[in-house]
C-alpha cells in the first residue's frame, strides 16, 4: 500500500494486512484492544478546571532572555497535606506542577515557585493581577492551543495510478468510494451552510455543490474530497482542487485496488501526513479496510495504535477508530519542526499582548494612568497620587508670575537678617559638578501610603522658597538651623537659614502629607543622594523642612527667583513657629535597608536547591517509569496479538484434525 521513498524522510505504520481465515473461509479480525482517546495537551484545560473561580494568585514578570512570565499559584489541601499548584507560561510553552509546599521552604516567593519548574528562569520582581476579567483572559489564552475544527483531504486512487496529476483528475466516483465517505461523515449542501465550511465557498458554490462533513466529540470536521471540488478542464495540475488539498495537514488516501502510494507523491508544504485506506470485498456485509499510515519524521507517533494486523471491520468502530486517527495525526504534526517555529512565534506574540494586557487593565483598575509602580518608585508617581500632584502643579504655575518680585524682595530681607547674626551657622552645601547649593530637608513621604516603601526614605520638595523666610523671623530661637531654600544669581550661591525641629518631631507633629511639585524620581532627594553627599564629607542635620528638587533648582537659577505657594508657606510657618521651642537634638539620617544581602541571597539559593533536588529526582523517577511502562505495554499488546493469531490457528487444526466422535469434554 504505502513505499517509503527512496529519499527517506518518512515513516510507516501499520504494514502487516494479512488476513487469517477459518475452517469455513471467513476472515478471522481480532478483538479491537485499542482505545479511542483524542490525544490534546491537558495542560490547556489546567487553569479552567483548577484555578478559575477559586482563590488564587496570578503575577506577570520578565526574563531578560526567557521573555514575558506569567505565573498562576494556588494553595490546596491533597491527602490532608498542603500543596501548591503552579502554572508557568513561558513563550516555550505552559508548565504545570504541583508540589508540597514543604519543598518551598519557609519563607516562599513566586520566583522560587518559577524556578522550580524552569531552572533558567531568572525574574527580579513579579507584579500582582488585579482585574476582574483577567482569569477570562488567562483562560482564554492557555486555551487558544485547543483546537475544535478540522480540515482534511480525501484523495481517490484509482489502480495504476502513481502521480499526482492522475490523482486530482479524477473526477467520477465509484460505489466502494461512495460507500467509504458514507462512513466518514454526512453529505451536505454547501449552500447556506451554518456550521464550519474548512474555507469552502457557502455563497456561490465555487468550491462545488456538496461535501462530506461531520461533527464528532463535539468538534466539527470538513472533509475535502477531490471528486467533489469543482474540475478544470485543460488543467492537468486541476489547481481548485490543490489548494484545498495540498493546504491540509492530513490527507486520507481511498486506493481502489492494490496500488502503490509515496508520500512524498504530493508536492506540498502543509501535507505531513497521510492515512491510506484500502476496501476488501467492498458493498458486501462482510466489508472490511486495511489501514496504513505514514508521516514525516518529525511527527511524533499518534495513536490509536493500529491492530495486527491493520484490518477493520467496516461499522462504527472503525469509524470511530479513523477520525480519531485523523484528530490525533494533525495534533501531532503540529509538533513538527515547520509547525512548531510557526506555533512559538504565534505563542510568543499572544503571551506578550496578554502580559500587557493585564498590565494596563491591573493599572486602570487600581487608578492608575496605565504604568505599573515599581517597588523602588513612591506612589506619587502613580495612581491618584500623581494626578492631586498634576493639580498642584496647574496651581501653583499660575501664582508663578504674580509672585516672583515678592520671593525676590523677601529672600534679599532674609539674606540682609541672616548675615547679622553671625552666632547663628549657616550650612550650605555646593555640589561641585552643577556649582549650585543643594538643600536636604523634610526627609519624609509624600504621602502616607508611599511611607511602606523600603527603597528611599522618602520624596524632598519644596511647597515655596518662601517658607524659610517666614521662619526666619524666629532663627534667633531657634537652635537648629538649615537651608530653607536655594537661590542662584549668576555665579554666586546664597541661603537662607531658618529653625526646624528634627525628623521625629516633625513627624509625629505634622501627619499631613506634604506636596511635591515634581513627579520624577530623578527630581527627588532620596537616600541614595543623602549617602552620597554624607561620605563627600558634606553633614546636613537638618530634616525638618522641604527641600528644592533638583529641577526646581535648575529653574529657579536660570530665572534668579522662586517659586511660592501661599497656603503651603503659611503651613509651613505655623509648624515652624509651633515646633521652635522643642530644641531636638540633631540626629543623622540613616540609609535603611534596601533589601538581603548578598550572603542571604546565597543561603535561599542552596536551600531551594536542596528543596528541588527531590523534586527533580521524582519527576525524572516518573519520566523514566512512564516510558518503561508505555514500552512494556506495546510489546505486551503485541504478543497478545500473535498468542490470539496461534491460539485461533490451534483451534482451527484442533477442529480439523480432530474426530467428531474421539472428542471427549476435557
Excluded at 504534526?333 to 510557526?342: G, I, R, T
Excluded at 550650612?427 to 549650585?436: A, K, N, Q, V
Excluded at 554624607?534 to 537638618?542: R, V
Excluded at 485461533?648 to 476435557?666: A, Q
Aim: neutral net charge; charged residues 25%.
Amino acid at each position: 500500500m504505502i513505499v517509503v521513498p527512496h529519499k527517506g524522510g518518512y515513516w510507516v505504520d501499520g504494514t502487516d494486512h494479512e488476513e487469517q481465515m477459518d475452517h469455513r473461509g471467513m476472515p478471522i479480525i481480532p478483538h479491537p484492544t485499542w482505545r479511542a482517546k483524542i490525544e490534546t495537551d491537558d495542560t490547556a484545560k489546567c487553569y479552567r478546571r483548577f484555578f478559575v473561580g477559586r482563590e488564587h494568585s496570578s503575577l506577570i514578570g520578565h526574563d531578560e532572555h526567557l521573555g514575558p512570565v506569567l505565573l498562576s499559584i494556588k494553595t490546596e489541601n491533597v491527602a490532608n497535606q498542603e500543596h501548591t499548584r503552579i502554572l508557568l507560561r513561558l513563550r516555550t510553552g505552559t508548565m504545570h506542577e504541583i508540589v508540597p509546599s514543604s519543598c518551598l521552604g519557609p519563607s516562599p516567593n513566586p520566583a522560587k515557585m518559577a524556578k522550580l519548574l524552569n531552572e533558567q528562569l531568572n525574574v527580579d520582581n513579579f507584579s500582582p493581577v488585579l482585574h476582574p476579567k483577567a482569569s477570562q483572559l488567562i483562560a482564554n489564552y492557555d486555551e487558544h492551543v485547543l483546537v475544535s475544527y478540522f480540515k482534511f483531504g480525501v484523495l481517490h486512487q484509482r489502480f495504476g495510478q502513481t502521480d499526482e496529476e492522475e490523482l486530482f483528475c479524477n473526477n467520477v466516483t465509484t460505489p466502494a468510494f461512495d460507500e467509504f465517505l458514507n462512513l466518514l461523515g454526512r453529505r451536505i449542501q454547501l449552500k447556506d451552510h451554518k456550521g464550519y465550511r474548512g474555507g469552502l465557498d457557502i455563497q456561490n458554490g465555487h468550491t462545488g455543490d456538496t461535501a462530506v462533513y461531520e461533527v464528532f466529540k463535539e468538534r466539527e470536521i470538513m472533509f475535502h474530497v477531490s471528486t467533489l471540488l469543482p474540475y478544470t478542464e485543460n488543467d492537468p495540475q486541476q489547481l481548485q482542487r490543490k489548494r484545498h488539498i495540498g493546504n491540509d495537514i492530513v490527507a486520507v488516501v481511498f486506493q481502489e485496488e492494490n496500488t502503490p502510494f509515496t508520500p512524498d507523491m504530493i508536492a506540498s508544504h502543509f501535507l505531513h501526513t497521510f492515512i491510506v485506506v484500502q476496501p476488501i470485498e467492498p458493498n458486501t456485509p462482510n466489508t472490511r479496510y486495511k489501514v496504513s499510515v505514514s508521516a514525516r519524521d518529525d511527527v511524533p507517533f499518534f495513536g490509536p495504535t493500529l491492530p495486527t494486523p491493520a484490518i477493520f471491520r467496516k461499522g462504527a468502530d472503525f469509524k470511530e477508530f479513523l477520525l480519531t486517527k485523523l484528530i490525533n495525526a494533525e495534533n501531532a504534526c503540529y509538533k513538527a519542526d515547520k509547525f512548531a517555529k510557526l506555533e512559538l512565534r504565534t505563542r510568543s506574540s499572544l503571551l506578550q499582548t496578554l502580559v500587557d494586557d493585564l498590565k494596563v487593565k491591573t493599572a486602570e483598575f487600581l487608578g492608575g494612568n496605565g504604568n505599573l509602580p515599581t517597588p523602588g518608585t513612591p506612589k506619587s508617581d502613580s495612581g491618584p497620587g500623581s494626578r492631586f500632584i498634576d493639580t498642584v502643579k496647574k496651581a501653583w504655575s499660575a501664582r508663578v508670575k504674580t509672585s516672583q518680585s515678592v520671593d525676590n524682595n523677601l529672600g534679599v530681607n532674609n539674606h540682609d537678617r541672616l548675615s547679622k547674626k553671625g552666632s547663628q551657622p549657616t550650612i550650605s552645601e555646593s555640589t561641585p559638578s552643577s556649582g549650585r547649593s543643594t538643600s536636604k530637608s523634610s526627609i519624609h513621604t509624600l504621602s502616607s501610603a508611599s511611607a511602606a516603601s523600603k527603597k528611599s526614605v522618602g520624596n524632598a520638595s519644596v511647597c515655596s522658597s518662601n517658607s524659610g523666610t517666614g521662619a526666619g523671623g524666629i532663627g534667633g530661637g531657634g537652635g537648629n538651623n538649615s537651608i530653607g531654600g536655594n537661590s542662584s544669581n549668576g555665579g554666586g550661591d546664597s541661603s537662607t537659614a531658618s529653625s526646624s525641629p528634627d525628623l521625629t518631631a516633625h513627624a509625629h507633629r505634622s501627619p499631613r502629607p506634604a506636596l511635591s511639585e515634581a513627579g520624577s524620581d530623578d527630581s527627588s532627594l532620596t537616600s541614595e543622594d543623602l549617602e552620597e553627599h554624607l561620605a563627600g564629607g558634606y553633614i546636613d542635620s537638618d530634616t525638618g523642612l522641604e527641600s528644592m528638587s533638583s529641577a526646581e533648582t535648575a529653574a529657579a537659577g536660570a530665572n534668579g527667583n522662586k517659586a511660592s505657594c501661599t497656603v503651603c508657606q503659611q503651613q509651613q510657618q505655623q509648624q515652624q513657629v509651633s515646633l521652635a521651642p522643642a530644641q531636638q537634638p540633631e540626629r543623622p539620617v540613616s540609609r535603611e535597608s534596601t533589601g538581603p544581602t548578598p550572603e542571604q541571597l546565597i543561603q535561599e539559593v542552596t536551600r531551594l536547591k536542596c528543596d528541588k533536588l527531590d523534586l527533580l529526582r521524582q519527576n525524572v523517577n516518573c519520566q523514566r517509569d512512564i516510558k518503561r511502562l508505555r514500552e512494556k505495554e506495546l510489546g505486551l499488546q503485541g504478543d497478545l496479538a500473535v498468542a490470539t493469531k496461534e491460539i485461533i490457528r490451534l483451534r482451527e487444526l484442533l477442529k480439523d484434525y480432530t474426530p467428531t466422535g474421539d472428542r471427549s469434554p476435557v
